[in-house]
């Protein structure tokens, strides 16, 4: 059974930076994509950033780009999102999720469908 951990999450003023991590256990076999998705009250779940198994590709939200950034670690099992020049609206429960990276990824990445496996998720609040 695969199991995903989130940690990082937190509360930063207008500006700052936080860097979420999400640890992976249980996986074997096939090569994993990996992504983020947050979710604020009252909202659908929505696309952040996804990588994939090797790291060469990755993708972003258009509300993110150029401000965060995913990276991943395979010898840690360990995802990142760094996240740069946070405003009020990036707060929200950020999920981390992963499914096998079928060629089914590369289209669908945005949604939830390629990904099997979800975390609990991590809280992030923006606030001054």
């Known amino acids: 059974q695969v199991e995903l951990v989130e940690s990082g999450g937190g509360l930063v003023q207008p500006g700052g930076s936080l860097r979420l991590s999400c640890a992976a256990s249980?996986?074997?076999?096939?090569?994993?994509?990996t992504a983020w998705f947050r979710q604020a009250p009252g909202t659908e779940r929505e696309f952040v950033s996804a990588?994939?198994?090797?790291?060469?590709?990755?993708y972003y939200g258009d509300s993110v780009k150029g401000r965060f950034t995913i990276s991943r670690d395979n010898a840690e099992n360990t995802v990142y999102l760094q996240m740069n020049s946070l405003k009020f609206e990036d707060s929200a429960v950020y999920y981390c999720?992963?499914?096998?990276?079928?060629?089914?990824?590369?289209?669908?990445?945005?949604?939830?469908?390629?990904?099997?496996?979800w975390g609990q998720g991590t809280q992030v609040t923006v606030s001054s």
């Open positions: 999720a992963t499914g096998r990276q079928t060629p089914d990824f590369y289209t669908h990445y945005r949604q939830r469908g390629p990904y099997e496996y």
């Open positions: 990588i994939t198994e090797s790291g060469s590709t990755k």
């Open positions: 249980g996986r074997t076999g096939s090569k994993y994509a």
